[in-house]
């Protein structure tokens, strides 16, 4: 989509468009000029126009796959403006981890985009930099160990939802049906295990309505407004998405508030129920100990919050659906997925130390999260000091892409990047084996504290529904006509579809 056509289609294009065309007119007859880094030793990268910089060379609803284009020429690090804000974008594997790994401290900081500013205030976790962010994710990846990540209680309450998710599929009768609310639900009844200390029934309308909110926001944050409002924050009046997703996140900070009142209530210093529990009482110790500065407060409990749901909740039940899907689509690989199970596991509940044991299967889950590639562009870096990194100077300060894309479907790395090939993960006798350029979770300081949770959550929930469901297009639709074309959004989320869930007899 042009940026034209996007103003076009607004309800308030006319003023827009015309606010656009004097301040580029202003712009074109000043001193406007774009960053530099002095010696013009920066990288390399198209030329940028005044006040629009390279947008009218990107897709706005994918700008990673002109990203990625745009790597093919101008190597693996290069640079793009986003209206007047210089980003260097690094591609493929190497550069990828050697940035984020090797560079870790340069390019560990995060860019807090002009939505998140927004919304959060610099609280949380997921935009955060400094003493701030190093306090709570410490604090948040201690209690996820805490609360079950990587133990068998929460392999248990896995194994416990796949139970309730494989009824609401068995009320379908096998008829076609779209599966993001159940799984969106189940998957994110993991998190709040941890987070709130219990499940929640999926007819409940709270629990409902905060994650079908917060997937909505995943969808809204990744539109081609929304990046124009991060570069451009004076049209925010005119953004209609942006309105919609103040008002989203309201609504989930009130029916959080609710929630946390009620833990208070019942709260038992001796016996935290998860991570709300665990924060109240440190936040209680320190303000008794005459701590006033610390990190522990209101707003950070809110946000870090709302930051856990959301990540625990959007990106498993993406990959897990680009998995029912990729299984629908090529129902060779579902044959012999079941095959596996069938022979090593039987009727019997699957368990994390069963991967080891079915090599296809684990192939098949790691080239799910491989090509559905669910977060592109990760989020955004930004430099923390000078760096000549690659021999390309990149000043403090710098907004930085790391393109995760390039790197799963780096074709110096994989045989066959772009199509559903499990056998990346498998040697020649059929057994698996690791692959260093398979970073979905990132690398580096900002790596997904959530890595292990979701590997665990990943492999359960598809190995037990595999048991029990064949998973197969609508009647009338065969497996090539499956559209495996990402709809837009923060995440890529597969298009709105539908399959068939058929019991296994």
Known sequence: MGMLDLFLQSSSSVSLLGALVVLLLVYLVSSFSFSSQGDRKGPPGPTPLPLLGNLL?????RPHNTLLELSKK????????????QVVVLAGYKTV???LVNYADEFGDRLPMQISKVLTKGHGILWTNGDSWKEMR???????RDFGMGKRAIEEKISEECQRLIEVFKKHKGEAFDTTQPVNYAVSNIICSIVYGNRFEYDDPQFTSMVDRTNRNFQLAGSPSILLYNLFPWIGRWIADKQEIQKLITANREHNLQLFSSLKETLNQQMCRGFVDAFLVRKQNLEESGNTNSHFNNDNLMDTVLDLFAAGTDTTATTLRWGFLFMAKNPKIQDQVQEELSRVIGSRQVLVEDRKNLPFTDAVVHETQRLGSILPTAVPHKTSKDVTFQGHFI?????????LTSVLYDESEWEKPHIFHPAHFLDKDGK??????FMPFSAGRRVCLGEGLARMELFIFFTTLMQH??????PGVSEDELDLTPRVGF???PSPHKLCVVPCM
């Open 138 to 144: 410490r604090f948040a990846l201690t209690n996820l």
């Open 97 to 99: 981890k050697e940035a």
């Open 432 to 437: 698996f084996v690791k692959r260093d350029a």
């Open 395 to 403: 000043k403090k300060g710098t907004t930085v892409y790391p393109l």
């Open 57 to 61: 060379q990107l897709d706005l609803k």
């Open 74 to 85: 101008y190597g693996s690090v290069f640079s793009v403006y986003m209206g007047s804000q």
């Open 491 to 493: 995440t890529l989320n």
């Open 469 to 474: 469901f064949r998973f197969t297009p609508p």
